[in-house]
Protein backbone atom coordinates (compact mmCIF):
# COMPACT_ATOMS: atom_id res chain seq x y z
CA UNK A 1 0.00 0.00 0.00
CA UNK A 2 1.57 3.42 -1.24
CA UNK A 3 0.85 6.93 -0.35
CA UNK A 4 2.23 10.13 -2.38
CA UNK A 5 3.87 12.02 -0.19
CA UNK A 6 3.45 15.55 -1.62
CA UNK A 7 -0.04 16.68 0.57
CA UNK A 8 -0.58 20.33 0.93
CA UNK A 9 -3.13 20.15 3.79
CA UNK A 10 -3.91 20.91 7.72
CA UNK A 11 -2.42 18.90 10.74
CA UNK A 12 -6.73 17.70 11.39
CA UNK A 13 -6.34 16.60 8.02
CA UNK A 14 -3.03 14.52 8.29
CA UNK A 15 -4.29 13.13 12.07
CA UNK A 16 -6.98 11.36 10.28
CA UNK A 17 -5.21 10.62 7.48
CA UNK A 18 -2.70 8.66 9.94
CA UNK A 19 -5.46 7.29 11.96
CA UNK A 20 -7.00 5.48 8.62
CA UNK A 21 -3.48 4.40 7.62
CA UNK A 22 -2.99 1.85 9.55
CA UNK A 23 -0.89 -0.57 7.18
CA UNK A 24 2.47 -1.23 6.62
CA UNK A 25 4.61 0.56 6.81
CA UNK A 26 2.18 3.21 8.72
CA UNK A 27 2.35 6.78 6.85
CA UNK A 28 2.90 9.88 8.52
CA UNK A 29 3.84 12.24 5.22
CA UNK A 30 4.48 15.44 6.29
CA UNK A 31 5.02 18.95 4.26
CA UNK A 32 6.43 20.79 7.04
CA UNK A 33 9.74 21.32 9.17
CA UNK A 34 7.77 18.47 11.94
CA UNK A 35 8.60 15.06 11.46
CA UNK A 36 4.94 13.18 12.61
CA UNK A 37 1.96 14.44 12.83
CA UNK A 38 0.42 16.94 15.93
CA UNK A 39 -2.12 14.16 16.55
CA UNK A 40 -5.25 14.69 19.05
CA UNK A 41 -5.17 17.02 22.30
CA UNK A 42 -5.41 14.93 25.09
CA UNK A 43 -8.24 15.48 27.04
CA UNK A 44 -7.55 13.05 30.28
CA UNK A 45 -6.23 15.16 33.62
CA UNK A 46 -2.76 14.02 33.74
CA UNK A 47 -1.29 17.22 31.88
CA UNK A 48 -2.33 20.98 32.42
CA UNK A 49 -2.57 22.71 29.48
CA UNK A 50 -2.94 21.72 25.76
CA UNK A 51 -1.05 18.50 25.00
CA UNK A 52 -0.99 16.72 21.78
CA UNK A 53 -0.51 13.23 21.24
CA UNK A 54 0.09 11.50 17.93
CA UNK A 55 1.04 7.47 18.89
CA UNK A 56 2.82 5.96 16.61
CA UNK A 57 3.93 2.68 17.69
CA UNK A 58 1.72 0.57 20.01
CA UNK A 59 3.23 -2.23 22.54
CA UNK A 60 2.27 -5.55 21.86
CA UNK A 61 2.94 -8.94 23.47
CA UNK A 62 6.48 -9.34 20.78
CA UNK A 63 7.77 -5.67 21.86
CA UNK A 64 6.40 -4.00 24.66
CA UNK A 65 7.60 -0.52 23.45
CA UNK A 66 5.37 2.34 23.10
CA UNK A 67 6.32 5.11 20.78
CA UNK A 68 4.34 8.22 20.12
CA UNK A 69 5.18 11.88 19.24
CA UNK A 70 4.05 14.79 22.02
CA UNK A 71 3.42 18.28 21.35
CA UNK A 72 3.28 21.07 24.52
CA UNK A 73 1.84 24.05 23.71
CA UNK A 74 3.73 26.91 25.73
CA UNK A 75 3.12 26.22 29.49
CA UNK A 76 1.65 22.88 29.07
CA UNK A 77 2.78 19.66 31.23
CA UNK A 78 2.16 16.43 32.37
CA UNK A 79 1.91 16.05 35.92
CA UNK A 80 3.83 14.01 37.97
CA UNK A 81 4.51 10.27 36.53
CA UNK A 82 6.69 7.33 36.37
CA UNK A 83 7.25 4.21 34.01
CA UNK A 84 7.84 1.05 35.89
CA UNK A 85 9.76 0.39 32.60
CA UNK A 86 11.58 3.72 32.46
CA UNK A 87 11.00 5.96 29.21
CA UNK A 88 13.62 7.71 26.36
CA UNK A 89 12.07 11.45 25.32
CA UNK A 90 14.04 12.48 22.09
CA UNK A 91 13.58 16.53 22.30
CA UNK A 92 12.52 17.47 18.27
CA UNK A 93 11.74 20.66 18.37
CA UNK A 94 11.26 23.66 20.88
CA UNK A 95 12.35 24.32 24.11
CA UNK A 96 10.96 22.10 27.01
CA UNK A 97 11.46 21.35 30.63
CA UNK A 98 12.27 17.67 32.28
CA UNK A 99 12.59 17.69 36.26
CA UNK A 100 13.06 13.96 38.45
CA UNK A 101 12.04 14.54 41.97
CA UNK A 102 14.90 16.00 43.60
CA UNK A 103 17.02 16.85 40.77
CA UNK A 104 16.62 20.45 39.46
CA UNK A 105 14.85 20.88 36.22
CA UNK A 106 16.81 20.63 33.45
CA UNK A 107 15.91 22.82 29.62
CA UNK A 108 15.31 20.56 26.76
CA UNK A 109 15.88 21.65 22.84
CA UNK A 110 16.01 19.64 19.43
CA UNK A 111 18.25 17.39 19.69
CA UNK A 112 18.65 16.49 23.36
CA UNK A 113 18.03 13.16 25.17
CA UNK A 114 16.62 11.84 28.47
CA UNK A 115 17.06 8.75 29.69
CA UNK A 116 14.78 8.41 33.11
CA UNK A 117 15.25 5.40 35.17
CA UNK A 118 12.25 3.23 35.61
CA UNK A 119 10.04 4.05 38.88
CA UNK A 120 11.80 7.74 39.10
CA UNK A 121 9.09 10.08 39.61
CA UNK A 122 9.33 13.20 36.87
CA UNK A 123 7.41 15.82 34.87
CA UNK A 124 8.16 17.58 31.19
CA UNK A 125 5.82 19.87 29.12
CA UNK A 126 7.20 22.78 27.52
CA UNK A 127 8.52 26.44 28.21
CA UNK A 128 6.71 29.24 29.69
CA UNK A 129 6.93 30.72 26.06
CA UNK A 130 7.86 28.37 23.37
CA UNK A 131 6.21 24.96 22.37
CA UNK A 132 7.63 21.56 22.75
CA UNK A 133 7.93 18.55 20.73
CA UNK A 134 9.06 15.00 21.98
CA UNK A 135 9.54 11.55 20.79
CA UNK A 136 8.55 9.41 23.75
CA UNK A 137 9.96 5.65 23.88
CA UNK A 138 8.15 3.82 26.48
CA UNK A 139 9.40 0.42 28.01
CA UNK A 140 5.35 -0.93 29.31
CA UNK A 141 7.27 -4.20 30.49
CA UNK A 142 6.43 -3.65 34.15
CA UNK A 143 3.29 -1.61 33.80
CA UNK A 144 1.62 1.06 32.86
CA UNK A 145 3.06 4.91 33.64
CA UNK A 146 1.57 5.69 37.35
CA UNK A 147 0.38 9.30 37.61
CA UNK A 148 0.47 11.20 40.78
CA UNK A 149 0.23 14.66 41.89
CA UNK A 150 0.05 18.17 39.52
CA UNK A 151 3.39 19.85 39.32
CA UNK A 152 2.89 23.44 40.94
CA UNK A 153 3.82 26.82 39.58
CA UNK A 154 6.25 26.81 42.06
CA UNK A 155 7.88 23.84 40.99
CA UNK A 156 7.53 24.45 37.06
CA UNK A 157 8.89 28.26 37.08
CA UNK A 158 11.62 26.81 39.55
CA UNK A 159 15.28 28.06 38.14
CA UNK A 160 17.40 25.82 36.13
CA UNK A 161 20.73 25.74 37.43
CA UNK B 1 25.83 20.82 33.65
CA UNK B 2 24.83 22.72 30.56
CA UNK B 3 25.42 23.74 27.48
CA UNK B 4 24.75 26.40 24.97
CA UNK B 5 23.49 25.29 21.74
CA UNK B 6 24.31 27.80 19.28
CA UNK B 7 27.43 26.25 17.78
CA UNK B 8 28.61 26.83 14.55
CA UNK B 9 30.48 23.84 13.84
CA UNK B 10 30.61 20.68 11.68
CA UNK B 11 29.29 17.03 11.88
CA UNK B 12 32.88 15.74 12.90
CA UNK B 13 32.77 18.29 15.73
CA UNK B 14 29.79 17.95 17.02
CA UNK B 15 30.48 13.82 17.31
CA UNK B 16 33.14 14.29 19.72
CA UNK B 17 31.28 16.90 22.06
CA UNK B 18 28.36 14.60 22.24
CA UNK B 19 31.07 11.94 22.87
CA UNK B 20 32.39 13.71 25.21
CA UNK B 21 29.08 14.90 27.07
CA UNK B 22 27.65 12.14 28.70
CA UNK B 23 25.84 14.41 31.06
CA UNK B 24 22.78 14.42 32.09
CA UNK B 25 20.87 15.48 30.02
CA UNK B 26 22.46 14.46 26.78
CA UNK B 27 22.88 16.81 24.88
CA UNK B 28 23.00 16.64 20.79
CA UNK B 29 23.06 20.42 19.96
CA UNK B 30 22.18 20.63 16.31
CA UNK B 31 22.28 24.60 13.94
CA UNK B 32 21.20 22.07 11.21
CA UNK B 33 17.73 20.87 9.94
CA UNK B 34 18.83 17.59 11.13
CA UNK B 35 18.06 16.69 14.90
CA UNK B 36 20.65 14.23 15.87
CA UNK B 37 24.64 14.66 14.57
CA UNK B 38 25.36 12.15 11.86
CA UNK B 39 28.02 10.18 14.12
CA UNK B 40 30.86 8.07 13.24
CA UNK B 41 31.33 6.03 9.88
CA UNK B 42 30.40 1.92 10.65
CA UNK B 43 33.58 0.40 9.73
CA UNK B 44 32.19 -3.34 10.04
CA UNK B 45 31.31 -5.61 7.62
CA UNK B 46 27.81 -5.62 8.55
CA UNK B 47 26.71 -2.86 6.50
CA UNK B 48 27.68 -1.62 2.41
CA UNK B 49 28.69 1.79 1.40
CA UNK B 50 28.78 4.65 3.95
CA UNK B 51 26.65 4.23 6.94
CA UNK B 52 26.99 6.80 10.26
CA UNK B 53 25.79 5.97 13.90
CA UNK B 54 25.08 8.36 16.43
CA UNK B 55 23.69 6.11 19.34
CA UNK B 56 21.46 7.90 21.64
CA UNK B 57 20.72 5.70 24.21
CA UNK B 58 22.65 2.00 25.52
CA UNK B 59 20.59 -0.55 26.88
CA UNK B 60 21.67 -0.91 30.60
CA UNK B 61 20.10 -3.56 32.93
CA UNK B 62 16.82 -1.38 33.72
CA UNK B 63 16.28 -0.58 30.40
CA UNK B 64 16.88 -2.53 27.94
CA UNK B 65 15.70 -0.20 25.08
CA UNK B 66 18.56 1.13 22.39
CA UNK B 67 18.07 4.24 19.90
CA UNK B 68 20.50 5.39 17.45
CA UNK B 69 20.28 7.60 14.95
CA UNK B 70 21.55 5.98 11.65
CA UNK B 71 22.44 7.98 8.33
CA UNK B 72 22.94 6.29 4.73
CA UNK B 73 24.40 7.20 1.56
CA UNK B 74 22.77 6.94 -1.27
CA UNK B 75 23.22 3.17 -2.28
CA UNK B 76 24.38 1.76 1.45
CA UNK B 77 22.49 -0.88 3.07
CA UNK B 78 22.82 -3.33 5.74
CA UNK B 79 23.13 -6.46 5.32
CA UNK B 80 19.62 -9.08 6.43
CA UNK B 81 19.40 -9.74 9.77
CA UNK B 82 16.97 -9.98 12.78
CA UNK B 83 16.34 -8.88 16.31
CA UNK B 84 15.56 -11.17 18.26
CA UNK B 85 13.69 -8.63 20.42
CA UNK B 86 12.28 -6.63 17.90
CA UNK B 87 13.08 -2.89 16.04
CA UNK B 88 11.23 -0.21 15.35
CA UNK B 89 12.08 2.56 12.69
CA UNK B 90 11.39 6.10 12.53
CA UNK B 91 12.34 8.07 9.23
CA UNK B 92 13.35 11.01 9.97
CA UNK B 93 14.54 12.35 6.36
CA UNK B 94 15.50 11.51 2.84
CA UNK B 95 14.31 8.38 0.92
CA UNK B 96 15.10 4.47 2.17
CA UNK B 97 13.96 1.02 1.73
CA UNK B 98 13.07 -1.48 4.02
CA UNK B 99 12.34 -5.14 3.33
CA UNK B 100 11.51 -8.06 5.33
CA UNK B 101 12.26 -11.68 4.00
CA UNK B 102 9.32 -12.98 1.81
CA UNK B 103 7.93 -9.32 1.16
CA UNK B 104 8.51 -6.45 -1.19
CA UNK B 105 10.67 -3.71 -0.56
CA UNK B 106 8.73 -0.41 0.48
CA UNK B 107 10.07 3.10 0.25
CA UNK B 108 10.32 5.09 3.57
CA UNK B 109 10.40 8.38 3.84
CA UNK B 110 10.40 11.32 6.94
CA UNK B 111 7.76 10.44 9.29
CA UNK B 112 7.23 6.80 8.14
CA UNK B 113 7.40 3.53 10.95
CA UNK B 114 8.10 0.34 10.56
CA UNK B 115 7.24 -1.85 13.55
CA UNK B 116 9.08 -5.44 12.94
CA UNK B 117 8.92 -8.05 14.87
CA UNK B 118 11.22 -10.02 16.65
CA UNK B 119 13.33 -12.44 14.65
CA UNK B 120 11.98 -11.33 11.24
CA UNK B 121 14.88 -11.03 8.84
CA UNK B 122 14.80 -7.65 6.85
CA UNK B 123 17.60 -5.36 5.82
CA UNK B 124 17.21 -1.33 5.25
CA UNK B 125 19.17 1.45 3.46
CA UNK B 126 18.98 4.49 1.48
CA UNK B 127 17.65 4.63 -2.08
CA UNK B 128 20.06 4.61 -5.01
CA UNK B 129 20.03 8.65 -5.36
CA UNK B 130 19.24 9.77 -2.32
CA UNK B 131 20.60 9.70 0.99
CA UNK B 132 18.38 8.31 4.25
CA UNK B 133 18.44 9.27 7.90
CA UNK B 134 16.43 7.07 10.82
CA UNK B 135 15.97 6.53 14.25
CA UNK B 136 16.24 3.13 15.21
CA UNK B 137 14.55 1.97 18.86
CA UNK B 138 15.86 -1.75 19.26
CA UNK B 139 14.24 -4.24 21.79
CA UNK B 140 17.68 -6.23 23.20
CA UNK B 141 16.05 -7.93 26.00
CA UNK B 142 16.48 -11.29 24.19
CA UNK B 143 19.95 -10.86 23.08
CA UNK B 144 21.78 -8.83 19.95
CA UNK B 145 21.14 -8.36 16.84
CA UNK B 146 21.86 -11.49 14.44
CA UNK B 147 23.32 -10.77 10.85
CA UNK B 148 22.90 -12.98 8.12
CA UNK B 149 24.29 -12.74 4.21
CA UNK B 150 24.27 -9.28 1.85
CA UNK B 151 21.73 -7.91 0.43
CA UNK B 152 22.05 -8.77 -3.53
CA UNK B 153 21.65 -6.16 -5.83
CA UNK B 154 19.02 -8.05 -7.67
CA UNK B 155 17.22 -7.44 -4.04
CA UNK B 156 18.31 -4.28 -3.54
CA UNK B 157 16.97 -3.36 -6.84
CA UNK B 158 13.78 -4.87 -6.53
CA UNK B 159 10.85 -3.01 -7.33
CA UNK B 160 8.29 -1.57 -5.32
CA UNK B 161 4.97 -2.63 -6.20
Redesign the interface.
Known amino acids: M?MK?HFNISFPMLAILAASCAS???????NT?L???KGERITNDNFVGNVYLQQ??SPDS????Q?GNVTFEPGARTKWHYHP??Q?L?A?GGVGY?QEKGRPK??????????C??DVPHWHGASADTGFVQ?A?T?T?NGPTVWLQAVTNEEYSSP?P
Open positions: KHFPERHPQDIFPLVLNNTVGGILTYVILRKGDVIKPPIVNQV
